[in-house]
């Protein structure tokens, strides 16, 4: 029996960023050279470490996002255990797939299946290249959210979503927000780009933005939220290794705990200060 | 301890085409909707589909195309079947992880890992959308192939691909050829647009080029060969659905697989004859 989250469409979630006065979303991407030794090795550490990390961050975080690379890694021992990871979120934080298939029709219905029926992530991100017919089978699911690529943050950017007239990153923006509505559909924009946010913004005004690129890679969350939010908040703004491995060598699992629930925290508030100017 | 394919490079591939006299690409896309009754039911049918499909086509195919999306909807069990699956596929074939994965180079590497390493795959397919970075991870694998998207075979193909001047498959092309060598990069390009193959020739004369999209997408073998054929043959030709699904309620398994074998013998035998052109 898949796990069933309850942020199902764009009131849902704000409801949830409200009422915990955050919009961030922790990525999980558990590297074994990274995770504190005090949690074992293999695939034992990998779960007891994103359980610990749900655990201490779950009272200010309206997301989790995993990132399957990191699971896939380990093998299909790493796919069983994310799968039990998935089930022990609560149900009222939002279950990011950060998988980023992208296929033709009969093969994009069947990762739809992988991941929202399967695993029972609540949301997926998907890539535009191929096209509506490799998006339609994930965005025909009302009931789940889907979060197209747009204007990502690494440097590998600049090779082709700024390709063209108008550049891609823009197009890809303009030609699939038909193939969803603001409840269902959102788009991936980097937070290393916040000149871009506001261009972004005009083309789509009212849907969620999910902005990774906070942190490690050196965006600013108060230049995201400056141009980003809207009338519903409209972000969910990511940090991954910043709260993941926010103490180096930490003398004990507590004391790691202790530091990713003091660094979610943290930007929790930072958040709450946006929500109110 | 993962498989060790043997056709590392373009002159072991060749000599793999040569000794078959085919460039055929066998797509294991094994539907549940599809397989025939006499396999059985759920992941056990799927293996023992798979494992069917390889053995009575490996004579004629030189490569084996596993779509990721086919196992992972079974979850974790569909993910440990095709691990099996590829274990007992010959080391003289190709094995290939259609993914098409992308994402950040630290992602990216993981997912190098997981399939070339975990799973054992010879090659995978690979997006470009998010550009260098998402690529390099794979394309630094010497000993493995990476095969990036260019042009699909799908209709949603027209809504980026296409865009900008010159078109953005043909930008992804010119701007890759350097993140690998012609013995470890190749691209995919659709059957369904012939006319473009021989535009596509002229930006990578010598490369590899990985064709889906003949029989039920409706391209046709004889129109690609014209145009795609290079000294090195520089064609993998891939069929899922038209061998894999050959007969219509077979009435028994072996009925099903010799269907299967005098359909991919077929198509092997057609590659044969425009070899010797």
């Known amino acids: 029996m898949a796990r069933k989250g309850t942020l199902v469409d764009r009131d849902k979630l ?9 919009y961030l ?5 558990p590297d074994p050279d990274r995770i504190p030794s005090c949690f074992g090795a293999g695939v034992e550490a990998l779960e007891l470490f994103c359980n610990s990390i749900v655990s201490c961050t779950s009272h200010v975080a309206v997301a989790f996002k995993p990132n399957l690379a990191f699971f896939e890694s380990y093998g299909p021992a790493g ?5 039990r990871i998935v089930d ?8 990011i797939a950060d998988a980023k ?11 739809a299946s992988a991941l929202f029926d399967s695993l029972g992530a609540d ?7 191929m096209g509506e017919d490799s998006v339609r089978p994930f965005t025909d699911r009302k009931d789940k959210w889907t979060i197209l690529l747009a204007l990502t943050s690494n440097p590998g950017a600049d090779d082709f979503e700024f390709h063209g007239t108008p550049p891609l990153f823009e197009r890809v923006l303009s030609r699939s927000l038909t193939w ?9 924009v980097g937070a290393t780009r916040p000149d871009l946010i506001s ?22 969350l108060s230049e995201v939220a400056k141009v980003g939010l809207n009338s519903t908040c409209g972000l969910l703004v990511n940090s991954s290794r910043g709260i993941l491995y926010a103490s180096e060598n930490p003398s004990s699992c507590d004391a790691a705990n202790q530091a990713s629930r003091k660094e979610a925290e943290n930007l929790a508030m930072q958040m709450a200060l946006t929500l109110h100017r």
Chains 1, 2 share one sequence.
Do not use: W
């Not at 796919?79 to 799968?83: G, P």
């Not at 022990?88 to 279950?95: E, F, N, S, Y």
């Not at 949301?123 to 290249?129: E, G, I």
């Open 79 to 83: 796919i069983e255990a994310l799968h």
């Open 14 to 22: 704000f409801e949830a960023i409200q009422a915990k006065q955050s």
């Open 199 to 220: 261009r972004i913004r005009e083309i789509v005004p009212e849907s969620f933005l999910l902005v990774p690129g906070v942190g490690a890679q050196g965006g600013s």
């Open 180 to 188: 969803g509505s603001t409840d269902n559909l959102m788009f991936v």
């Open 101 to 111: 298939r992208g296929d033709i029709g009969n093969t994009a219905s069947k990762y």
């Open 25 to 29: 979303c922790v990525g999980l991407d």
């Open 88 to 95: 022990k979120i609560p149900a009222d934080c939002l279950v």
């Open 123 to 129: 949301a997926a991100t998907v890539a535009p290249y």
